[in-house]
């Protein structure tokens, strides 16, 4: 279903929404926060980015949420850049709070709402619905 869903898409928007609290950052003795942040450049190495192709923005949430970066921050830049950003980020602790993140993730227009796969989503919903 997905596939048929893609089909026709020049391009794609993926969002990653990454739990960066106390509990991943330092679990029983494996930092499980640089295995997902190793995770999400594999993901972004598979697709061909930039402006007019796919785009990627990314949110991290524990207690708190924070944007790191939106589709629209390296669309004009390197696969490096975005790397470099990913590399940068740091676990933000303390507890799991992943309403908060997943609010942040979906309020995020340019973030989240702009893709031809949403688009084509909405389109069949809102047909189911009428």
Known sequence: MLRGLLAGCEYRDIG?????????????????????????????????VGQGKNLVGLVQFSETAETVFTF????????????????EMTGLGQNTNTALGLRLFTTLNDLIFRSCFYAKISKRLIGKIK
């Open 16 to 48: 990653f929404l990454v739990d960066s609290s106390g509990s991943i950052v330092e679990n029983a003795g494996v930092n499980t926060f640089q295995l997902m942040k190793h995770f999400v450049t594999r993901i972004i190495s598979r697709f061909d």
């Open 72 to 87: 629209s921050t390296y669309a004009n830049s390197s696969k490096a850049d975005i790397y470099r950003a990913v590399d």
